[in-house]
Nanobody, 119 residues
Framework: QVQLVESGGGLVQAGGSLKLSCAAS????????MGWFRQAPGKARELVTT????????YYADSVKGRFTISRDNAKNTVYLQMNSLKPEDTAVYYC????????????WGQGTQVTVSS
């Protein structure tokens, strides 16, 4: 099993920045890919960005491309999400998640951290 704990959410004004962290523990060697999702009230969960645990394969949703940056520190078993030029529409609960098998579904989820962007 893998446990994921997010941190770093908060309230920020539009145009500001936040950095989220996702600390993984347990069988981290079994992780193939990590992703950040978000869910705003009344909306479906949205995939924001992904990064492979090994290698450099990265994906960004069009809505965050050029503003958000995902990175990882394997020594710390931590994935980060640097969010710049934040917009009110970025307001959501942000979740990190992990995939065990290449091409598989997300097996592990964190508890989520709230990001609120005021206009």
């Amino acid at each position: 099993q893998v446990q994921l704990v997010e941190s770093g959410g908060g309230l920020v004004q539009a145009g500001g920045s936040l950095k989220l962290s996702c600390a993984a523990s347990g069988r981290t060697f079994s992780i193939d890919k990590m992703g950040w999702f978000r869910q705003a009230p009344g909306k479906a969960r949205e995939l924001v960005t992904t990064i492979t645990w090994i290698g450099v394969s990265i994906y960004y949703a069009d809505s965050v491309k050029g503003r958000f940056t995902i990175s990882r520190d394997n020594a710390k078993n931590t994935v980060y999400l640097q969010m710049n030029s934040l917009k009110p529409e970025d307001t959501a609960v942000y979740y990190c998640a992990g995939v065990q098998a290449p091409g598989g579904t997300y097996d592990y989820w964190g508890q989520g951290t709230q990001v609120t962007v005021s206009s």
